[in-house]
């Protein structure tokens, strides 16, 4: 029984050893599991196939199929939010309130500007959104307008030009004596652009339109807001009318300025009050639920 342990333990030992034999000469050498001490690395854009693979099916993709970015699954929603749309003096507050700073259970929220876009890459879709988005979301504030500005210029101006004419560098032969641009860049300060709904620049951003590109994954949801708040400031300056933090008379249902939402938020308490003090004035209960 002692011999036969211990020709078990020569056994392991001599198996052990084979596996973890040395390269020399034209052997490659061998060891135990080579998978978990060495990753398979493949590169990007090479287009044969992963023949290294081989304990699935996926052996018969191409090492660029592998490596290119994957869409999420169906169904799921991004852990994220949009934005603030809130003044300097409270947006400190909320984004510690959504960092978990101000709770030790509370879960850190990432800003990465994800919200859902309910319309299609289609021109019925597009008539859609221009027919349905009016109202930007975000109020007009002197920090978003300067935003937009800043965004504007970083991806528009250079084919729409800085006033929005439609004479960006690209295209402009005065300013550029080497412009070749064949397709005239939209003028946001004529007919139909003026006249149009939000919901044509929102989805023109979203696909692209045209010559031009998608600009959804390169500006978040809140800054593509704050872009076509600069065009509309815009296209006032060119009529000669306001669209600004205190006032807007060139398109009341496109923004409203950040001043009137002050002035709705200071007055709403009291007039909820007025509407209790009237409510027990006729003898209503609203606690009843008798509705």
């Known amino acids: 029984m002692q011999r036969l342990k211990y020709s078990f333990y020569i056994l392991v030992a001599v198996l052990v050893l084979n596996a973890c034999k040395p390269a020399g000469g034209e052997f490659a050498g061998s060891e135990y599991m080579p998978d978990m001490a060495h990753s398979?690395?493949?590169?990007?854009?090479?287009?044969?196939?992963?023949?290294l693979n081989t304990w699935d099916s996926a052996s018969v993709l191409t090492l660029k199929e592998l490596s290119n970015p994957k869409k999420p699954v169906d169904g799921t929603v991004p852990r994220g939010y949009a934005g603030v749309a809130l003044d300097a003096e409270h947006a400190s507050d909320m984004m510690n309130v959504m960092s978990g700073k101000d709770a030790v259970n509370s879960i850190s929220v990432p800003p990465n500007g994800s919200v859902p876009y309910y319309y299609d890459d289609t021109e019925e879709e597009r008539n859609r959104a221009i027919a349905e988005i009016v109202e930007n979301p975000f109020p007009i504030s002197e920090a978003g307008l300067a935003r937009g500005e800043e965004l504007y210029n970083i991806f528009?101006?250079?084919?729409?030009?800085?006033?929005?004419?439609?004479?960006?560098?690209?295209?402009?032969?005065e300013k550029n004596p080497n412009a070749k641009y064949i397709a005239a860049p939209a003028n946001f300060l004529v007919e139909p652009h003026i006249s149009a709904s939000n919901g044509r620049y929102y989805h023109a951003i979203m696909y692209g339109k045209n010559v031009m590109g998608a600009?959804?994954?390169?500006?978040?949801?809140?800054e593509r807001w704050q872009v076509i708040h600069y065009i509309r400031s815009l296209q006032a300056d060119e009529l000669g009318l306001e669209y600004n933090q205190t006032s807007n008379t060139f398109k009341p249902e496109a923004g409203t300025p950040a001043g009137d939402m002050k002035k709705l938020a200071e007055a709403e308490p009291m007039h909820e009050a007025g509407e209790h003090q009237e409510d027990a004035e006729h003898g209503e209960d609203h606690g009843s639920g008798g509705h």
Do not use: Q
């Open 40 to 51: 398979i690395a493949y590169e990007a854009n090479v287009y044969t196939d992963y023949s």
């Open 156 to 173: 528009c101006g250079i084919c729409h030009g800085e006033e929005g004419n439609g004479l960006g560098y690209i295209y402009d032969n």
């Open 215 to 222: 600009y959804k994954d390169k500006i978040s949801y809140e």
